[in-house]
Nanobody
Framework: VQLAGVWGGLVQAGGSLRLSCAASGHTFSSYVMGWFRQAPGKEREFVAGIRWSGFSTFYADSVKGRFTISRDNAKNTVYLQMNSLKPEDTAVYYC???????????????????WGQGTLVTVSS
């Protein structure tokens, strides 16, 4: 599986941005997809995840109510709509993918097998 992310950018606090990540090379629709982020000097952290059906989504507490993850299996693409952005959302954002396996929570980086290259999101105050 190869993941290609598009595109971050600079946005003011309170603004919105949508990230997208296109997958190729495997049966995308059967994979769990996730978004993670890594701020300077910090570890990579979970942001949001979505199961294969698209009906089961899960979020980090820090982004609940502001971010929405979705997927279009026909386009092999997963999206992250980010609203009400805050300066603390500034980070490099990564998409990730993994086939479903029983026992994985999909909140951990170790639960995912494939990663996109990352895209920088900067939120100015």
């Amino acid at each position: 599986v190869q993941l290609a992310g598009v595109w971050g950018g600079l946005v003011q606090a309170g603004g919105s941005l949508r990230l997208s990540c296109a997958a190729s090379g495997h049966t995308f629709s059967s994979y769990v997809m996730g978004w993670f982020r890594q701020a300077p000097g910090k570890e990579r952290e979970f942001v949001a995840g979505i199961r294969w059906s698209g009906f089961s989504t899960f979020y980090a507490d820090s982004v609940k109510g502001r971010f929405t993850i979705s997927r279009d299996n026909a386009k092999n693409t997963v999206y992250l709509q980010m609203n009400s952005l805050k300066p603390e959302d500034t980070a490099v954002y990564y998409c990730a993918a993994a086939p479903y396996r029983l026992g994985r929570s999909y909140y951990l980086t170790s639960d995912y097998d494939y990663w996109g290259q990352g895209t920088l999101v900067t939120v100015s105050s």
